[in-house]
């Protein structure tokens, strides 16, 4: 497996209170990806991050927020989490090069709002 | 949404058999990736094929792109029982950055 750790793997919390999830690489890969996944949606590009403070929203960003000060770090936080972010969190990274890249993942963090 | 399709979606065979996944999508792009995920894991990736070409292979697996009818296919022969898992096609469409939007997946069950 790419040198990727997600904490934690497993979260349960209430909703209102806010949740970081972070994102450690070892590759010093340039670009880290967000994704949730839910049952009939496949994976959902929530934030990306294509250098150190360089970050954009991807299709689903409502209710979440990204930081990276370090290349091997990039945090997902829910300000105010809801029970309809209640999900499976996975974190990717790709390297430099041309665009025709694989994107590597970790393995998850199960995040349950109650 | 720009998510693509894949059919079918459940998947049950026997061990030797081939094992077939098709995928649809929307707009013009990059490439496709396949990926595997298996039960609790994260995504493992399989083969990547570029928009200008029109089959590859590697090892068991053999990917197929008709980017006239915005179309793949993987196949994978001789299955093994590790071989279960969840399979999605991935399409990367942006302009700017690499942004992957996911199919839902095929569940393929390989019985002993």
């Known amino acids: 497996d790419a040198g990727i750790t997600q904490s934690p793997r497993h979260k349960v919390t209430e909703t209102g209170t806010p949740v970081t999830l972070r994102c450690h690489q070892t590759?010093?890969?340039?670009?880290m990806y967000w994704y949730r996944q839910d049952p009939g949606h496949g994976l959902r590009l929530i934030h990306y991050s294509y250098g150190v403070k360089d970050t954009d929203k991807g299709e689903v960003s409502d209710g979440y927020s990204v930081s990276r000060s370090k290349t091997e770090d990039f945090l997902l936080t829910l300000e105010s989490a809801t029970s309809s972010q209640t999900s499976v969190y996975f974190c990717a990274i790709s390297g430099q090069g041309d665009r025709n890249q694989p994107q590597h993942f970790g393995d998850g963090t199960r995040l349950s709002i109650l | 949404s720009q998510q693509g399709e894949e059919d079918p979606q459940a998947l049950s065979i026997q061990e030797g058999e081939n094992a077939t996944m098709n995928c649809s999508y929307k707009?013009?792009?990059?490439?496709l990736q396949w990926y595997r995920q298996n039960s609790g894991r994260g995504l493992v990736h399989l083969i990547l094929?570029?928009?200008?070409?029109r089959e590859k292979h590697s090892g068991r697996l053999r990917v197929t792109l008709d980017t006239s009818k915005k179309s793949s296919s993987l196949l994978i022969t001789a299955s093994r029982a590790a071989d279960t898992a969840s399979y999605f096609c991935a399409t990367d469409w942006s302009t700017g950055f690499q942004k992957l939007v996911f199919g839902t997946g095929t569940r393929l069950l390989v019985s002993p």
């Open positions: 707009t013009s792009i990059n490439n």
């Open positions: 590759e010093n890969h340039r670009y």
């Open positions: 094929i570029r928009s200008n070409e």
